[in-house]
């Protein structure tokens, strides 16, 4: 079974490998990968966006430990969620929400059922003394009515809103990743339906046309095109297009029609 | 069984995965746990806090392979220490002893065997030549006593001393983490020994009593409480004590006595 | 069987945890171990030398996963490689060819067959759609002949030269590590011939012979050493020569020998 981990923790401290531990000792043959631990701190929408954009390569069975935790301590809380044959285990601040929403059926369960904690919970590392247990003992084969109470509404994270018409679509930058991509929520839908050629205006810059590859631009321009997630996504081939274009998460984008004249 | 590892060696060259390689070359079932390899380079200090509020939440027959060695290709021994079902492997030069010593009975060997390293033993590399061999042989099962003669005095590292009184305590900050909580080296039992509402200076700041958790305080204002590894902790809800307060390691930190007047 | 990757990924983004999922998702008994995601982003050179020195210490059977891909999409093509038992999946571009060409006798293919690759496949993540699923195979066992037909003539990256006399021997700074040491292109064997006390000179800097160990030399200066891979290093005790010599890769490093007088 897989237990796959995603958290603002960063590696420099010990945190993530006590909550492996933790996992280990309730699930020994358990498969432990990590999707990130570099999220910004408290930051549950870039959490809840990477979580979305991975979940669905993972096996049926594997568990996501996602601990991105700004009310640890407080009354916020904690949840488990099986959706398609996944678990998803952490505090019930939306940060789950964009996968387990997106998977289609789902049931949610409180994590009151204190057997399936460590005996003593720190009011600021749930991680290590709720989450992580509560994983390891769904990757043991634990059913997850065993947790706790139904959760009927557990917190739904708005997702930034597009708008989208024959004419033009509004949306935005969502993630910035590691080699400056822009990627947006503007699905490739969207563009399909847009009456014309297509052209992006993001910051400073207007793109005519989507390409299929970087491959297929001029290094150090910006281009546009569908990422592997299947968004619109705003690049510069071997080069930085957050840096380059001056634009971060929340920066507007939109596509328009141009008309052949 | 695991093998969990801490070192210094950070995670852009190949220097860990080659430890990871001659490991699972000697013991192909281990399971590899890395508690975090960004301690600041040499920093034994650092590395043997880390490790001694680490090692409690593995399963017993965890074989924690350390290596944080100013002194590699020195005369300095290699050692391996068994404690409460627990095997250390690194160099002598302390960082293992805070872990070690919190257990309670341990015994200790020095790394001389031949046999249980590698052939030839780089002067500058002997993590993947000494300590990563040793670590895959005692997860293989290899009797503690096969690798080498007894050692009886294993360097010990001085923990930063407390002083502490009914009136007041003084410590100060031996750790920092990612999100900038202070911790301190300060203990919940000695606080519960103040005779009255404790006061805690810390740099600019005297904070007023503790609190359970995070969510009890206002945002961006300094708050004090007992953190995940039992020790005093100055941190910023949703933001960065070390930053806010202009502190790090070796700040001087005091609990002192406010009498109900 | 282990499955090591190295990629320009770096982990911020779930990129490297969605790969992982494709391998387990085909072979759920793979031991996943990083050598690095922190190449810097599309230099081969880099990614390629990291991978020579480290594929030696992993067992045989094992199956490196490299994806440095400047060429994402584009017709460049995508190969497997085996090697002395080893195995190699990346791109045609050079950064797999310093490791399979030093393991001695190797043979190529092509991957172009469909079923070995996810049923879509991304214009800008072929690692984990066309990559990270031809690993999976080779870890289940799949024969390299069945992925596509031979390449007889894969992309070769040129190492730096070095020219090497009795009197004087050129070559460059090929990697910095973590610690500022200064890797370079210059094997011990080059230096037992020169003729005479070899003195070493880089940037600002003339080092009178080689030390054993960082621990013969004092603090703070600068010295000589054969690091760990048998390259000349140039190293700083406790220190970081990069910063303290202000060097970085392509540096030129000359060895020159001093008759005794």
Not at 82 to 107: H, I, M, Q, T
Not at 232 to 251: F, H, K, M, Q
Request: hydrophobic residues 45%; charged residues 20%; aromatic residues 8%.
């Amino acid at each position: 079974v897989i237990v796959a981990l995603l958290t603002d923790f960063g590696t420099r401290d010990h945190y993530v490998g006590v909550m492996k531990a933790v996992v280990l000792s309730l699930c020994a043959n358990a498969t432990l990968v990590d999707i990130t631990h570099d999220i910004p701190p408290q930051d549950l929408t870039a959490g809840a966006f990477e979580l979305a954009a991975a979940y669905r390569y993972f096996p049926a069975g594997t568990v996501f430990l996602v601990v991105i935790d700004p009310g640890v301590g407080s009354t916020r809380r904690a949840i488990a969620v099986e959706a398609g044959g996944y678990f998803f285990v952490g505090p019930d601040n939306g940060v789950l929400s964009l996968a387990f929403r997106d998977v289609g059926a789902w049931r949610a369960v409180e994590l009151t059922e204190q057997r399936f904690a460590r005996p003593t919970i720190s009011n600021t590392f749930e991680g290590r003394d709720r989450f992580a247990p509560a994983a390891g003992w769904l990757a043991r084969g634990m059913d997850l009515s065993a947790f706790g109470a139904p959760v009927a509404h557990p917190q739904m994270l708005d997702l930034p809103a597009t708008t989208a018409t024959a004419e033009k679509i509004t949306g935005e930058v969502i993630r910035v990743d590691r080699f400056g991509n822009l990627i947006t929520n503007i699905r490739q839908e969207h563009i399909d339906r847009i009456d014309g050629r297509p052209e992006i205006v993001a910051g400073p810059c207007a793109i005519e046309g989507l390409v299929t590859t970087y491959a297929d631009t001029q290094a150090a321009t910006p281009c546009a095109l569908i990422g592997s997630s299947g968004y619109l996504e705003i690049a510069v081939r071997n080069g930085n297009a957050a840096e380059t274009l001056g634009l971060s998460r929340g920066a507007p984008v939109s596509v328009q029609a141009r008309r052949k004249s």
